[in-house]
T-cell receptor, first 118, second 116 residues
Framework: SAVISQKPSRDICQRGTSLTIQCQVD?????MFWYRQQPGQSLTLIAT?????????ESGFVIDKFPISRPNLTFSTLTVSNMSPEDSSIYLC???????????????FGSGTRLTVV | AQTVTQSQPEMSVQEAETVTLSCTYD???????LFWYKQPPSRQMILVIR??????QNATENRFSVNFQKAAKSFSLKISDSQLGDAAMYFC?????????????FGTGTLLAVQP
């Protein structure tokens, strides 16, 4: 399965600033997913990033706040803009792995970025 | 819209014993995938087991097995011979089969403690 390198692993940021999180995959993937996990909560999908097209955002998430880039099939970034303490969360990227065939796929996750906004 | 419910926020088990984590889901679809993921304190999401809805046979992976009841929309995880390394947050997740969406829908998680 794919291996994802996610950076940074953690950061403490001042409110009003922005942070860009990077995910590098060791193989080409069509879709990459960005999730937010608020403290003690489950994972919520922010957006799906397809190479060569605009990211698709879930309800409650907007491009101005969470711009995403997907310049190629192995890399994506998520920016958390104009941060406030409410943005303090773990952010995870994920890719679908496995080839054709119903039983061959799953989802691999990066190790997450723990963001604290002060 | 599909939803996933995990009714046990926390569970505890003695080392070497068996524990069952519950998961129910709501969907109008007939074909889908179900997953159990483990998230230890390292934050890494680790796939524990996967079940395809069209398969009647319950999936097993070593000490991990599921009880998939499609009619009841239930997907519980059984961990046998529990080990200290099994302590983690466990998430149940749903994914539609086919269509334009590839996203996983997660439950709220169950925090499993393993007592020595």
């Amino acid at each position: 399965s794919a291996v994802i390198s996610q950076k940074p692993s953690r950061d403490i940021c001042q409110r009003g600033t922005s942070l860009t999180i990077q995910c590098q995959v060791d193989s080409q993937v069509t879709m990459m997913f960005w999730y937010r996990q608020q403290p003690g909560q489950s994972l919520t999908l922010i957006a799906t990033a397809n190479q060569g097209s605009e990211a698709t955002y879930e309800s409650g998430f907007v491009i101005d706040k969470f711009p995403i880039s997907r310049p190629n099939l192995t890399f994506s970034t998520l920016t958390v803009s104009n941060m406030s303490p409410e943005d303090s969360s773990i952010y995870l990227c994920s890719v679908r792995t496995g080839g054709a065939g119903r039983g061959n796929y799953g989802y691999t996750f990066g190790s997450g970025t723990r963001l604290t906004v002060v | 819209a599909q939803t996933v419910t995990q009714s046990q926020p926390e569970m505890s088990v003695q080392e070497a014993e068996t524990v069952t984590l519950s998961c129910t889901y709501d969907t109008s679809e007939s074909d889908y995938y179900l997953f159990w993921y483990k998230q230890p304190p390292s934050r890494q999401m680790i796939l524990v087991i996967r079940q395809e809805a069209y398969k009647q046979q319950n999936a097993t992976e070593n000490r991990f097995s599921v009880n998939f009841q499609k009619a009841a929309k239930s997907f519980s995880l059984k961990i046998s011979d529990s080990q200290l390394g099994d302590a983690a947050m466990y998430f149940c997740a749903y994914r539609s089969y086919g269509g334009a969406t590839n996203k996983l829908i997660f439950g709220t998680g169950t925090l499993l403690a393993v007592q020595p």
